[in-house]
């Protein structure tokens, strides 16, 4: 998949309140267990880079690290973290990257 394509899934999967984006919300929605894919932009800091990479092995949540800038031009939100709940959008996204 393209960058412009996983770009318009990521819009679509927050329009579709099928992901949230925000450090918080994302921590709330991996800890619920609801989470299938979390998107870490590389912009993000060391502390907060850790902090998801050990949530998300001790609850076996999909992690990937997306070129810096891309999940705020998808999304328009400032945030350097994105959780996609789990279904077909997760699916989508993880198997294109």
Not at 40 to 46: C, F, K, P, R, V
């Amino acid at each position: 998949m393209n960058e412009q394509k996983l770009k318009g899934m990521m819009g679509l999967a927050l329009r579709a309140r099928q992901a949230v984006t925000g450090t918080d919300a994302c921590s709330m929605m991996i800890e619920a267990g609801k989470c299938g894919l979390l998107l870490l932009d590389e912009t993000a800091g060391i502390h907060t880079r850790k902090r998801f990479e050990g949530l998300c092995e001790r609850t076996g949540t999909h992690m990937a690290v997306v070129p810096g800038g891309l999940l705020e031009t998808a999304t328009g939100c400032s945030g350097v973290t994105m959780a996609l709940r789990k279904g077909s959008f997760a699916d989508q996204i993880r198997d294109s990257l």
